[in-house]
T-cell receptor, first 112, second 114 residues
Framework: QQQVKQSPQSLIVQKGGISIINCAYENTAFDYFPWYQQFPGKGPALLIAIRPDVSEKKEGRFTISFNKSAKQFSLHIMDSQPGDSATYFCAATGAGSYQLTFGKGTKLSVIP | NAGVTQTPKFQVLKTGQSMTLQCAQDMNHEYMSWYRQDPGMGLRLIHYSVGAGITDQGEVPNGYNVSRSTTEDFPLRLLSAAPSQTSVYFC?????????????FGPGTRLTVT
């Protein structure tokens, strides 16, 4: 049973546009909601993370929006650049847990 | 710091063969983990370790063995490779006391079992 559902599977955005990737979770015990960025041939790298006690977190052009009542969170990439082209994974984990539950990933292509 | 390193980068095995995927980190992290990544499946935890001599199973442990004799190294052994183990394998590490998502991933090993 997949506990974190991610959409869309792939996304094409024009340079300068906004990229939006959505995730939904089921387990209310999750306490951290990170996003990872993965370039081809590389391992995932932590991009940004949020806890459920805040509704939004921003780091540069990357913003996580969190809706606790709907059990949804999303990644917004403002002013998307070709260098942002990568696969993005959302994930969730509980406080004290050893395990991360990953979404299936979204392949983002930013075209000039 | 080299961070998390993995060898080999690519490997092709025949069904039934055994091999060990190597993982090392030079950050003195207590926690280390192995994940597999399959197309359209995200990453799934195979095994993890919270310190030398201590290992435990993750979500998909069958067909894999681990041991941790030092803080730096966490090898993953495939005892009898099967085509279902064709995947990209990632090792990750983090220090004790930080949340599970604050881990560093290695570059991965792409394994094909024919």
């Amino acid at each position: 049973q997949q506990q974190v559902k991610q959409s869309p599977q792939s996304l094409i955005v024009q340079k300068g546009g906004i990229s939006i990737i959505n995730c939904a979770y089921e387990n209310t015990a999750f306490d951290y909601f990170p996003w990872y960025q993965q370039f081809p041939g590389k391992g995932p790298a932590l991009l940004i993370a949020i806890r459920p006690d805040v509704s939004e977190k921003k780091e540069g052009r990357f913003t996580i929006s969190f809706n606790k009542s709907a059990k949804q969170f999303s990644l917004h990439i403002m002013d998307s650049q070709p260098g942002d082209s990568a696969t993005y994974f959302c994930a969730a984990t509980g406080a004290g847990s050893y395990q991360l539950t990953f979404g299936k990933g979204t392949k983002l292509s930013v075209i000039p | 710091n080299a961070g998390v390193t993995q060898t080999p980068k690519f490997q092709v095995l025949k069904t039934g063969q055994s091999m060990t995927l190597q993982c090392a980190q030079d950050m003195n992290h207590e926690y280390m983990s192995w994940y597999r990544q399959d197309p359209g499946m995200g990453l799934r935890l195979i095994h993890y370790s919270v310190g030398a001599g201590i290992t435990d199973q993750g979500e998909v442990p069958n067909g894999y063995n681990v041991s941790r004799s030092t803080t730096e190294d966490f090898p993953l052994r495939l005892l009898s490779a099967a085509p279902s183990q064709t995947s990209v394998y990632f090792c990750a590490s983090r220090r004790r006391g930080v949340a599970a998502h604050e881990q560093y991933f290695g570059p991965g090993t792409r394994l094909t079992v024919t």
